[in-house]
C-alpha cells in the first residue's frame, strides 16, 4: 500500500482532488435525490446507505410490503 494512503478516510488519499471531491459529493447528492423520489430502484440496504440514517425513513413505506385486500365473493 503505498505511503500515506488511508482506507478508512479516502478523501485524505493524496490521489484525490478537491475538483474530484466536489464531483463525487455532486453526483452522491443527485443518486440519493433519485432514490427518495422512487426514480432509482435499488435494494433497501444499498439505498439506506446512500440517503443516510436521517433520510432512511422514507425508504422503509416503499419496502413495505401490504397485503391484498380481500376478493369479494360473488352471489350465486
Do not use: F
Request: hydrophobic letters at 35%; a positive charge; aromatic letters at 6%.
Amino acid at each position: 500500500m503505498p505511503e500515506g494512503y488511508s482506507l478508512s478516510d479516502p478523501w485524505q488519499n493524496p490521489g484525490v482532488t478537491r475538483s474530484d471531491e466536489i464531483e463525487a459529493r455532486r453526483v452522491l447528492a443527485r443518486y440519493k435525490r433519485l432514490i427518495l423520489l422512487g426514480m432509482a430502484r435499488l435494494p433497501l440496504e444499498a439505498a439506506r446507505r446512500i440517503v443516510g440514517p436521517d433520510c432512511a425513513y422514507h425508504l422503509y413505506a416503499r419496502h413495505v410490503t401490504r397485503p391484498h385486500p380481500p376478493r369479494r365473493r360473488r352471489r350465486p
